[in-house]
């Protein structure tokens, strides 16, 4: 979900400090803001990548979202929300711009520019989470791993292995896809031996792992089913 504009130039844009903005900079494990804490402002991602995690009242932990360089996130406060309803962590080391609320709202009213790309950016948000539902509701776990892994290393550039920028651990994918961190081990050690990903560390999908989207076995989905 990058925020990109043909001619308008975010970074050129955000970077002349007109007030109401902060440069925060974060170490990989930092908590950027914590659920709970109050809902004042919108962040842009200029290095680095985060996450967005929830945690319910019995404390099960879920990974909701995954932003990187060039994303916007926190802006439930621009929807009247009072308190972050999720927390965000460093991923990686960032370095982030803060729009307080005034800020953004009065930035949206008054360049067009930027009301254009930043709701263009909300839309493809809306979009992912739509999509993400339907591989939730439809998909096995299998697949729905597959999926992930494309997303998040871009898939689709020049056809080329791609790297996740961020570690990522096995559990942390486990509660993305809502299944346990035995059976994202069990596909990733499959992915591996099948030559659609490489990991010693970082991982590198292979367009290749597209093929798990397209090929629908129903002796995978029955045995993931029981799993589930």
Do not use: W
């Not at 989470?129 to 689709?156: H, I, P, Y």
């Not at 080329?160 to 486990?174: D, G």
Request: hydrophobic residues 40%; charged residues 30%.
């Amino acid at each position: 979900m990058k925020a990109k504009g043909k001619s308008f130039n975010l970074e050129a844009f955000l970077a002349q400090g007109n007030g109401g903005t902060t440069i925060r900079k974060h170490k990989t494990g930092d908590t950027i803001f914590t659920q709970g804490d109050t809902c004042d402002g919108v962040f842009y991602i200029r290095e680095g990548s985060c996450k967005i995690t929830v945690v319910s009242e019995r404390g099960k932990e879920a990974v909701a979202a995954l932003h990187e360089k060039g994303d916007f996130f926190g802006e439930g406060c621009l929807t009247g929300q009072s308190c972050r309803l999720a927390t965000a962590i460093a991923m990686t080391d960032c370095e982030l711009l803060k729009l307080d609320k005034a800020t953004i709202q009065r930035v949206i009213h008054e360049q067009p520019d930027f009301a254009e790309l930043f709701i263009a950016h909300l839309l493809v948000r809306n979009t992912r989470v739509e999509a993400d539902l339907v591989d939730l509701l439809f998909n096995s776990s299998e697949k729905r791993l597959a999926r992930l892994l494309l997303l998040m290393a871009n898939f689709g550039k020049d056809g080329k292995a791609e790297p996740i920028k961020a570690k990522i651990s096995q559990a942390t994918l486990a509660e993305m896809i809502g299944t346990t961190r035995s059976r994202v081990s069990t596909f990733m050690n499959k992915f591996r031996k099948l030559g659609f990903i490489d990991y010693n560390g970082d991982i590198y999908v292979h367009n290749s792992l597209l093929n798990v989207l397209l090929y629908d076995d129903p002796e995978i989905r029955r045995d993931d089913r029981l799993a589930r």
